[in-house]
């Protein structure tokens, strides 16, 4: 379930980049198979990692090879805390890398319409600054595991493992609330989902190159 988590926040990240950076075709290029294939991966991958200790991958019969996290071996999640930092990775470039296409979209609709008009301002600061709490956030709860799980050594108290552990739990959690307070679509869409008497009175705009 940790392996899905994670792997669902990186389709996601791979998803936004692709919109954005083509925008114009993305969508239409974009299939249900495509869409299929790469929750199959995810999920796919996710299954292997989390079958691993059940196929013998474990340490139920030399406790002197156990890691932090029973009955995981030290090889096994040292495995895991690699997959987490390269994912980590390739997260942190792609944000990037969409915070350059969000800023380069921003100036270019300004440049088309002669000026920098403070709306296009507020919501590409407001984009930049949501995907930077969200990786924040994602640094921030899975990065102590990862970390610990390197470093850690079992004869440690087993607190340690769920404290460092607790974060990571939360992490997917977070991230739909972040989400709901920080895009005034979404408000909308949850007023419209819990009291339909207001859909009448609800009206969406289409999304600008600059919304993330």
Known sequence: SFAASVSSLLAITVDRYLSLYNALTYYSERTVLCIHTMLAGARG????????PGLGWNCLHDRAVCSVV???TKSNVTLLSASFFLIFLIMLHLYIEICK???RHAHQIALQQHFLTASHYVA???GVSTLAIILGTFGASWLPFAIYCVVGNPDYPSVYTYATLLPATYNSMINPI???????????????????????????????????
């Open 178 to 212: 972040i989400y709901a307070y920080r895009n005034q679509e979404i408000q909308r869409s949850m007023w419209v989902l819990f009291c339909g008497c207001f859909q009448a009175k609800v009206s969406f705009r289409s999304r600008s190159p600059s919304d993330v």
């Open 45 to 52: 991958g996710s299954l292997c990692l989390g079958l691993l």
């Open 101 to 103: 296409i969000v800023c």
């Open 124 to 126: 590409t600061k407001k």
């Open 70 to 72: 029973r009955p995981l």
